[in-house]
């Protein structure tokens, strides 16, 4: 008896030459719709799945092999008399290869102005049903979703048939195909009927790269890109110049993006180790840059940049005298291309500004994930409120302004120092906040950027030290969520100074 592949696929890359190839190997070749009239049409003689089933194609393909003599072919133990058995009594044939790919639904639904109705007419049913009855029987058939894998399954036919290891490779590879594919139906589905906190999470994505190592170098690592690709993301960068990126690139430049979708005027990010060392905004981005630069000019050195304009040649020239690891922007001048494409690793990266969107927050844990919406609540000066005798000037409140964008993206505990337009200092991650205050402050006076700063924490004092350092600094505005039990304290600290203060009560802790 021949042997019988059945194919049905809506990628037809290959499929032809791969088809013509089982032909020559005495395979019978069972097909529908679409893929019967493509191998007809290159002079192939498939049997089409009704002559199988002895049952038409109907309700639009809906149905055409949901049908006992295909899967009872595909599950049919060859192992077991009784299953052999009950094939013949029934008149089941066994089929040995399936060669099946889905349609696309993921392709569908990336449409800008996909419907309803046709998403749901691209969610393949039989497909993934062939797919799976194949797989769970690999014992006795092959099963194929990716025509990648047509070469060396051949190679391994011409030599008599795939082997057991291969099979359950390739029945492996079925099931994360069909449970990648029922993820994304999921989450359109819950996307379309709004629910948040669902009884299961599942995503799915892709492999975007192999990385040559992870956090350090004796770790291995990968890079995943969601499924549905999300445009303003480092996963969607387009890297047009420099060597591969680094688990700890990737990461940090995630990070420099976050802080940079914040600013609307011309602005620069600095950032090293997660947190930025300068952030700076001007008139133009070279005027942006270079106040970026002078917020930190000793923690910029090999630091990540994102540039939320076009990288023009007067920034290309600022920016070639340093080392950089990275700099990303929405697009590079090809003057500025020239300049800077003369430092071999230096990476340089193209995101798109203009589509930004906002994405639930996912960390891994042992054992699990957390998951929690972004910090991008809205916040406007005029919902603060004064808590001090001293009202800030309006240049304190641009100052202050400023600052609370910058410090939410700081590790808690976070102090940044701010004037209108840049950083000035920032304390970054330390165990009591007055600690974050000292370094930010000697930050700020090593630069000679202390005088006429503003201050911001990103949570609340929990007791007035705090704001009494920073008073007997020279700080005369800082900006604070409030809602410590000691509230009071902090702002008697602050009268006492002259200092005023601002509650926004909202806090921006960054673990």
């Known amino acids: 008896m021949n042997k019988r592949a ?46 199988i089933t002895e049952f038409p194609e109907m309700m639009d393909g809906r149905v055409k092999t949901l049908h006992p003599r295909v899967h009872g072919g595909l599950l049919g133990r060859r192992d077991l008399p009784s299953h052999m058995e009950a094939m013949a009594e029934h008149g089941i044939l066994p089929i040995d290869l399936v060669v099946v790919n889905l349609y ?45 894998d047509y070469d060396w ?22 099931f994360r195909h069909t449970a990648a594919y029922d993820a994304l139906i999921g989450e359109y589905l819950t996307k379309a009927v709004a629910e948040t906190e669902t009884e299961n999470l599942t995503k799915t994505y892709v492999l975007k790269q192999t990385l040559r190592y992870g956090e350090n170098s004796h770790q291995k690592a990968s890079f995943y890109q969601d499924a549905l690709p999300v445009p303003y993301s480092i996963a969607s960068a387009k890297q047009i110049h420099g060597k591969e990126l680094s688990y700890n690139n990737i990461k940090d430049a995630d990070a420099a993006l ?61 920016l070639q005298r340093i080392f950089l690891e990275i700099i990303i922007a929405p697009a590079f001048e090809e003057g500025a291309l020239e300049i800077l494409t003369k430092k071999k690793n230096l990476r ?12 639930p927050e ?50 808690s505990n976070a102090i940044v120092l701010a004037n209108q337009q840049q950083t000035v200092g920032i304390g970054a991650g330390q165990m009591n906040r007055v600690g974050s205050v000292k370094i930010a402050v000697e930050q700020a006076r090593e630069n000679n950027k202390l005088a006429g700063s503003v201050l911001a924490s990103d949570a609340f004092f929990p007791m007035d030290d705090s704001v009494e350092y920073a008073a007997q600094q020279g ?11 000691k509230d009071q304290e902090s702002i008697d600290m602050a009268d006492k100074y002259g200092v005023a203060m601002v509650f926004t009560g909202v806090r921006h802790f960054k673990h």
């Open 153 to 174: 399954v051949l190679t391994e036919l011409k030599e008599g048939n795939t082997t057991l290891a291969s099979r359950k490779k390739l029945a492996a590879k079925v």
């Open 258 to 318: 976050r802080i940079a979708e914040e600013f609307t005027e011309p602005t620069a990010v600095a950032l090293k180790h997660m947190n930025p060392c300068g952030i700076g905004s001007g008139e133009t981005i070279a005027e942006a840059f270079q106040e970026a630069y002078e917020a930190d000019p000793v923690s910029i050195f090999g630091g990540i940049i994102v540039l939320n304009r076009p990288v023009d040649v007067a920034t290309a020239q600022q």
């Open 362 to 411: 996912v960390v891994s844990v042992l054992g699990g994930l957390l998951v929690q919406e972004p910090d991008d609540q809205m916040e406007s000066p005029a919902d603060w409120t004064v808590v001090t005798k001293r009202q800030p000037t309006p240049e304190e409140i641009a100052a202050l302004a400023f600052a609370w964008k910058a410090v939410k993206h700081v590790k």
């Open 6 to 51: 059945l194919i049905s696929v809506s990628d037809k890359e290959g499929l032809v030459p791969f088809v013509q190839e089982l032909t020559n190997l005495g395979f019978e070749i069972i097909s529908t719709g679409g893929t019967k009239t493509v191998l007809e049409e290159a002079g192939l003689q498939p049997i089409g799945i009704e002559a």
């Open 104 to 148: 696309p639904f993921k392709e569908t639904i990336s449409k800008p102005d996909v419907t309803e109705a046709d998403a749901i007419e691209n969610i393949d049913i039989g497909g993934p049903s062939m797919l799976r009855s194949a797989a769970k029987n690999h014992a006795s058939v092959t099963v194929v979703v990716d025509p990648k």
């Open 475 to 485: 700080i005369k505005a800082i900006i604070q969520p409030g809602g410590s039990i």
């Open 348 to 359: 340089l990266l193209v995101v798109d500004f203009e589509k930004a969107a906002k994405q």
